[in-house]
C-alpha cells in the first residue's frame, strides 16, 4: 500500500498568514493526488485535485503543486472558516489512501 | 444537483450484522462508482471498497474482504454496504463518496456504534 505522510500534524497560524501542507508518498504517484477539507462533524470536502487542477466552487486561495513523490497544498491568506483537518489521497493505485491530516488551527 | 442522503445512526450488538444504504439524486447513477469509506473517531480515513452502479462490479480493500459486502439497486439509485460479524474496531462514521478519479461527493455519514 502506498503510504502518505502529512506535515505538520498541526499548524497554528493567525488568519491573514499565507500557509503550506505538505504530503509525501511512499513512491511515486505521478501527480494522482487530491485534496480535502474536513470541518468537525462534517463530510470531507475536495479541494484539489490531481495535485493543482482546480475545483469549481473552491476558493482561489487554496492551490496545489507537486508530482512523483511531494506535493505541497498553498492556502493565501488563511480566512477563519479555513481552520479544520486537511487530508491528502492518492489514486494512483489499489488501494486507495489518506493521509493522517494536518489541523489547521488558530493561534 | 448531486446529493447522496445516508441512512441513520445505527446501535447494534457485537456479533451481529447491520446494512447501510446511501440513496442519491442529480445524476445517471449506472455511469459513475460508489465509494465507501471509514472514519473511526478522531482518526484518518480508509477505503473501504468501490461498487459500479451500472453492473455492480466491486473492488475491495483488502483489509476489509469478509467483513464489508457492497451492493446496489439501480432501480432505485441506492448503494449498500453491509457490515458483518461487528467488534468495538467497526465502530466508526461509515461515508459513502462517489468516486470519479477523486472523491467529489460524499454523503453525510452514518455512525455505527458497537456496543453491548
Known amino acids: 500500500d502506498i503510504m502518505l505522510t502529512q506535515s505538520p500534524a498541526t499548524l497554528s497560524v493567525t488568519p491573514g498568514e499565507s500557509i503550506s501542507l505538505s504530503c509525501r508518498a511512499s513512491?511515486?504517484?505521478?501527480?494522482?493526488l487530491h485534496w480535502y477539507q474536513q470541518k468537525p462533524n462534517e463530510s470531507p470536502r475536495v479541494l484539489i485535485k490531481?495535485?493543482?487542477q482546480t475545483i469549481s466552487g473552491i476558493p482561489s486561495r487554496f492551490s496545489g503543486s507537486g508530482s512523483g513523490t511531494d506535493f505541497t497544498l498553498n492556502i493565501n491568506r488563511v480566512e477563519p472558516e479555513d481552520f479544520s483537518v486537511y487530508y491528502c489521497?492518492?489514486?494512483?493505485?489499489?488501494?486507495?489512501?489518506f493521509g493522517s491530516g494536518t489541523k489547521l488551527e488558530i493561534k | 444537483e448531486v446529493q447522496l442522503q445516508q441512512s441513520g445512526a445505527e446501535l447494534v450488538k457485537p456479533g451481529a450484522s447491520v446494512k447501510l444504504s446511501c440513496k442519491t439524486s442529480?445524476?445517471?447513477?449506472?455511469?459513475?462508482?460508489m465509494s465507501w469509506l471509514k472514519q473511526m473517531p478522531g482518526q484518518n480515513i480508509e477505503w473501504i471498497g468501490n461498487?459500479?452502479?451500472?453492473?455492480?462490479?466491486?473492488g475491495y480493500n483488502q483489509k476489509f474482504k469478509g467483513k464489508a459486502t457492497l451492493t446496489v439497486d439501480k432501480s432505485s439509485s441506492t448503494a449498500y454496504m453491509d457490515l458483518s460479524s461487528l467488534t468495538s474496531e467497526d465502530s466508526a462514521v461509515y461515508f459513502c463518496?462517489?468516486?470519479?478519479?477523486?472523491?467529489?461527493?460524499w454523503g453525510q455519514g452514518t455512525l455505527v456504534t458497537v456496543s453491548s
Open positions: 461498487i459500479y452502479g451500472g453492473n455492480g462490479g466491486t
Open positions: 489521497q492518492q489514486s494512483n493505485s489499489w488501494p486507495l489512501t
Open positions: 513512491q511515486s504517484i505521478s501527480t494522482n
Open positions: 463518496a462517489r468516486w470519479s478519479g477523486w472523491f467529489a461527493y
Open positions: 490531481y495535485a493543482s
Open positions: 442529480g445524476y445517471t447513477f449506472s455511469n459513475y462508482y
